[in-house]
């Protein structure tokens, strides 16, 4: 077997982020170096210990879990209670975690990784708000160009906003951070809404991780009939989009995945539009493509690839 390819996972756990995380941790082609937890969907004190929560149901207590910054770079945290429940992670009852939160600061771990890793071989998957990687790249601008890559779920262009008319959460919730790194030159892959809200369970799919047998099945099951409800209620459609999970889908196989290489702003002003990924996918602005923006998903393929990992669990 190959090498496997080094991964830090940047998060804010989130039901959907769970289901990434148990897709990396149970997937042999990855070695999760560590998992920087970062406010969003919940407080930090919540992502924090949903991240080491989830990695013990992976049976992975071993799995070094820093806490990040605990909001924005500049504005005030935004967070998403009403989709993922007030714990984050409602849906399934796991038990309070026994593994420790590791003693450094996300940014810290960042920094000092990515200096010590060879450069070009660790990836970052970002899951959550770009806080904590934009905090690291302010703050020690010689890391990037050392990572292989970023590939992020975040944004939204054809398929609009999910927070507001015009931003994905991500992206809205500290849209300078966003800005940061979509301009730090850092090859990157983009995950919008574009292409996660074609990534939607159905019952066969939810009833299929449910008939593993397993904590680990039953939990994604759980998680995932919690996550619908949000978007069935809002979009008036059966299934629950799986954002997070086409970050390590893509990393696994890639060609899962279809878009076009283009350039991404981030609105950081516009009084309706603050956090929008401006996507120039006509290439009119004459501005370098900066980003891989996806849109197109082989939905039975990536389903195929979760079930068959979290069986593994
Ligand atoms: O807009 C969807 C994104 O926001 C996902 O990452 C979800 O977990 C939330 O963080
Ligand atoms: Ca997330």
């Given at each position: 077997m190959t090498t496997p390819r080094k991964i830090i996972i940047d998060t804010d756990p989130g039901q959907d982020d769970a289901v990434a995380i148990l897709l990396a941790l149970a997937?042999?082609?990855?070695?999760?170096?560590g998992i920087t937890a970062v406010a969003g969907n919940v407080p930090l004190s919540l992502t924090q210990r949903n991240a080491r929560m989830i990695c013990e149901l992976a049976g992975r207590g071993d799995v070094r879990v820093f806490a990040g910054c605990d909001g924005p770079m500049v504005r005030r945290l935004i967070t998403a209670e009403h989709v993922h429940g007030k714990s984050g992670l409602d849906g399934a009852d796991l038990p309070e975690p026994e593994m420790p939160l590791a003693d450094r600061h996300a940014v810290d771990f960042l920094i000092d990784t990515l200096r010590a890793e060879?450069?070009?071989?660790v990836t970052l998957c970002v899951l959550g708000p770009l806080t904590n990687i934009a905090t690291a790249f302010t703050r020690a601008p010689d890391i990037a160009s050392r990572l292989e890559g970023i590939v992020l779920m975040g944004g939204a262009y054809?398929?609009?906003?999910?927070?507001?008319?015009?931003?994905?959460f991500n992206i809205h919730v500290d849209p300078e951070a966003a800005e940061i790194v979509f301009r730090a030159g850092v090859p990157l892959v983009v995950m919008p809404l574009d292409v996660t809200h074609k990534a939607l369970t159905d019952r066969s799919k939810v009833e299929a991780f449910r008939a593993m047998g397993t904590k680990a099945g039953a939990a994604v099951a759980g998680w995932t009939d919690f996550f619908e409800r949000y978007d069935k209620q809002k979009y008036g459609q059966e299934g629950a989009p799986l954002h997070d999970p086409c970050v390590i889908a893509y990393l696994l196989q890639p060609g899962l995945f279809t878009g076009r290489h283009v350039n991404v702003e981030i609105e950081?002003?516009?009084?309706?539009?603050?956090?929008?990924?401006?996507?120039?996918w006509w290439g009119v602005s004459g501005r370098p493509a900066n980003a891989m923006f996806m849109g197109g998903i082989d939905r039975e393929g990536f389903f195929a690839l979760l079930t068959d990992r979290i069986g593994r669990l």
């Open positions: 997937s042999p082609e990855l070695e999760v170096l060879t450069p070009g071989t054809f398929e609009v906003g999910n927070i507001t008319p015009a931003a994905e950081t002003r516009g009084e309706y539009t603050l956090g929008m990924t401006v996507a120039d």
